[in-house]
């Protein structure tokens, strides 16, 4: 450190670069102006530690067990008795140390009628495949099993529409021109729609027709 300060280092520079603590190296600078050497100071004590003040006696520790071993105490954490005394004016140690005593005591994590952890399995899953049976679809009469249309069928139905409504729609009144064309208008929306029928006719007037297909 001499040596350092001389070079034009700073006391605490030096220090920290020889990884002393300052007043230890200052203590040892005025042990060497008196002469009296480096003696190790923690022979004077007998190499024991100072004992912490607030350090609890076996009976607060012997108290603090009886304490949380009591039926309204037993199954409760010291975070909940702690505060359960503090309201009856109770104090006989901070939370950490009801804790710290807890535990070397191993009565930290059980007590009373505390139960056992116990450990619950995760129940398993299952993997299923299933196919839901295909609805059959009913095929339209005028439909082949090709897809195509069976125009013989069609023809024939409308035949037999035609029979049984063009004598109203051409003689009863005056469509001789538009009678055909509303006959097979009205002949394939009952094929889109089912089974429906020209049940009456409305709203007539000129150069107009409205139909009501059921």
């Known amino acids: 450190v001499r040596e350092a300060v ?22 040892w600078k005025r042990q060497l102006q008196a002469g009296d050497g480096f003696e190790d100071q923690r022979k004077k004590s007998g190499g024991a530690r100072r004992v912490p003040a607030n350090k609890l006696t076996e009976e607060e520790k012997a108290q603090i067990i009886e304490v949380c071993n009591r039926v309204e105490y037993q199954s409760s954490a010291p975070s909940q008795i702690v505060p ?13 140390s009801f804790y710290r005593v807890l535990h ?15 450990t619950v399995m995760k129940p398993k899953g299952y993997k299923g495949h299933y196919v839901q049976a295909r609805i059959p679809q009913e095929i339209a009469w005028y439909i082949k099993e090709d897809g195509s249309l069976n125009m013989p069928k069609l023809l024939d139905a409308f ?14 009144f005056h469509y001789t021109e538009a009678g055909p064309q509303l006959l097979m208008q009205s002949f394939m929306q ?5 089974s429906g029928r020209i049940e009456r006719e409305y709203g007539l007037g000129r150069k107009r ?4 297909i059921l």
């Open 159 to 172: 035949q037999q529409f035609f029979r049984e409504n063009s004598e109203v729609w051409l003689n009863g």
């Open 104 to 118: 070397e005591k191993n009565q930290l994590h059980r007590r009373g009628r505390a139960r056992t952890p116990r």
């Open 6 to 27: 001389d070079a034009g280092a700073s006391y605490r520079r030096a220090c920290e670069i020889l990884d002393i603590n300052e007043r230890t190296a200052r203590r």
């Open 84 to 96: 359960k005394l503090a309201d009856e004016g109770v104090y006989i140690a901070s939370e950490s």
């Open 209 to 212: 027709t409205d139909l009501l």
């Open 190 to 194: 009952r094929i889109v729609n089912g």
